[in-house]
């Protein structure tokens, strides 16, 4: 008679460890605590990920315990090598210090609980599935996908629960001999799960976060094994978890309605289940509707935005932390001069429900923030941003330090101030023109300006400036300067505003005159006070490059 043992070894024969011997090599850890970040390499990490991978770290180390990184490249069809590194230095670039991780070139990760790639972890899998199938609590299924088509289509039309399960399982209860036969000829076929669940029976789990959830039974007989040997996502994070001895499973609550099947999979392993932590997921309001964060629509979804654009990552951590740990904000807002390393997270605590991701406030955030900081900060952190992205104008920051940070300095700590800079972006904007060779790049010059537009009219502009030089002094004061520049612009026939401007009489407004110099000195529309910038460039540029026409 046919036995379930000579089954599993007709399909594992290379297996012969036990989960035993796995449990030795990977024994549990001195500090039970441990958490960890597990992304698929897809190389787009959703903003989420920053809220999710800095809860499970620091929940993990105020514990004393072990955070760790574990790529979840189980579908192949995604590129891996690349993205191991993108994924650590992201983290990295948001001050994130990983305990274990994985190295992909040389196989040499860091670790006792290696390999930290799940398709390096391909035999490890087996043994887990090969027991499965000993207890025959897994068997092979050769569906095809014609079939399980007909089957979604039928319990679509009778309304009923979507899946393989009871009948619609056609191998399920297929006799050992007829496996036998069918092994013998015809090896693809994928392993699911035999799930002892009861259609319609009602389970009640724990989740650290959102307490008591009360939910119908997993019957789904899930594949757990894929044809190209492959474990699926629920096999795999159950045998990777249980092994690397996690002890908090903190992830995204779209993972929260797999766990019912999570636990399932525990128990048929007679294995403790780790505690579950779903944090609420980020939702934008969308033409009046919350809708989740999404990749396609979105663009601030995806981490790289914030790095592109120049944000400050510690301020990105704080407004996630604000809106998925409403408690954490009551801290804050009583403890302000704390940093928001100095609170303790407390999944209980944590917000239940969704946590809307204002794109408008987090820009306010940043913009305080950028506001806040002494210049010496400002100019710390934004030279190492320009370093990385803008080696050149880099350059120039680090040979005239004085200059930059006076230049960073205009109108900084006034009420125009938290204007200037939401970016470190709009810091290198606003930086460019201070440089000649910066300058020089820009689009914007005399001639761009609209045509028919006075200052565009070289003859007129050229005896303003050969004037306005003669004059210009830079140490004069706000009315000295009123009271001098009003001379010149009587003289060319300017108005001082709109309302007394009449194209009749006026061949322009002193604001096109202002307009005329910001362009021509900064090749820029928008500028800082001009006088200002003026007094930062020194006379010898200014007219160096007003005289330049
Ligand atoms: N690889 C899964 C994902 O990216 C991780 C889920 C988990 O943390 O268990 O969604």
């Not at 669940?197 to 899930?222: C, H, P, Q, Y």
């Not at 092994?243 to 908090?248: F, I, K, Q, Y």
């Not at 400050?312 to 940093?339: C, G, H, V």
């Amino acid at each position: 008679m046919t036995t379930r043992k000579e089954i599993a070894d007709m399909i594992f024969p290379e297996v012969t460890e036990t989960i035993q011997d796995l449990e030795k090599k990977y024994p549990p850890r001195t500090n039970p605590i441990c958490s960890r970040f597990a992304p698929s390499p897809t190389g787009f990490l959703h903003i989420g990920g920053v809220s999710a991978f800095f809860t499970e770290r620091k929940f993990a180390k105020q514990n004393g315990g072990t955070f760790f990184l574990r790529i979840e490249d189980t579908d192949q069809k995604r590129e891996v090598a690349g993205v191991v590194n993108l994924i650590i230095n992201y983290m990295k670039m948001f001050g994130i210090q990983i305990d274990e991780w994985p190295i992909w070139e040389n196989n040499s990760d860091i670790g006792n609980y290696w390999p930290y790639i799940q398709s390096q972890r391909k035999d490890i899998y087996k043994v887990f599935a090969k027991y499965l199938l000993e207890n025959g609590l897994a068997y092979p299924c050769w569906m095809t996908p014609e079939e399980l088509e007909l089957i979604r289509t039928q319990q679509t039309k009778i309304k009923v629960t979507p899946g393989i399960y009871g009948n619609y399982s056609v191998r399920r209860n297929k006799s050992l001999e007829e496996i036998v036969d069918k092994l013998h000829t015809d090896k693809n076929y994928v392993i699911r799960f035999r799930s002892p669940g009861e259609l319609g029976k009602r389970m009640v789990f724990e989740d650290a976060i959102k307490g008591s959830i009360e939910t119908m039974e997993n019957i789904n007989d899930i594949v757990l094994i894929k044809s190209d040997e492959l474990p699926t996502y629920h096999l795999a994070h159950i045998v990777d978890d249980h092994l690397m001895r996690v002890s908090h499973v903190i992830r995204g609550e779209e993972r929260l309605a797999s766990v019912p099947l999570h636990i399932q999979l525990f128990s048929a392993f007679w294995l403790p289940h780790p505690k579950y932590c779903h944090p609420a997921s980020l939702l934008k309001i969308d033409n009046g509707n919350k809708r989740k964060l999404s990749k396609r629509h979105d663009p601030e979804a995806d981490i790289w935005f914030f790095f592109e654009n120049g944000y400050a990552t510690q301020w990105i951590i704080e407004y996630l932390l604000t809106i998925i740990d409403p408690w954490f904000e009551e801290r804050q807002k009583a403890n302000p001069e704390k940093s928001y390393l100095d609170f303790d997270i407390v999944l209980e605590k944590m917000g239940k429900s969704w946590a809307l991701f204002d794109f408008v406030k987090l820009q306010s955030v940043n913009n305080n923030y950028l506001s806040r900081i002494s210049t010496n900060e400002l100019y710390d952190q934004s030279l190492a941003r320009a370093l990385k992205y803008r080696p050149e104008l880099a350059k120039n920051m680090q040979t005239d330090v004085t200059y930059v940070k006076a230049a960073m300095n205009i109108e900084r700590h006034t009420v125009k101030d938290p204007k200037r800079f939401t970016t470190y972006v709009d810091v290198e904007t606003q930086l460019n023109f201070f440089f000649d060779d910066e300058r020089t790049k820009l689009s914007w010059n005399i001639e761009t300006l609209k045509e028919g537009n006075v200052i565009a009219d070289k003859v007129l502009m050229t005896n303003f400036v050969d004037e306005y030089i003669q004059i210009l002094n830079l140490s004069m004061s706000v009315e000295e300067r009123f009271a001098q520049l009003k001379e010149i612009w009587k003289k060319y026939g300017f108005a001082a505003n709109n309302a007394e401007f009449k194209e009749w009489w006026y061949i322009g407004k002193t604001w096109d005159l202002a307009m005329f110099l910001r362009v021509q000195l900064c090749c820029a529309t928008q500028t800082p006070d001009l006088f200002s910038v003026m007094q930062v460039m020194g006379k010898e540029r200014v007219m160096k490059r007003l005289m330049a026409m």
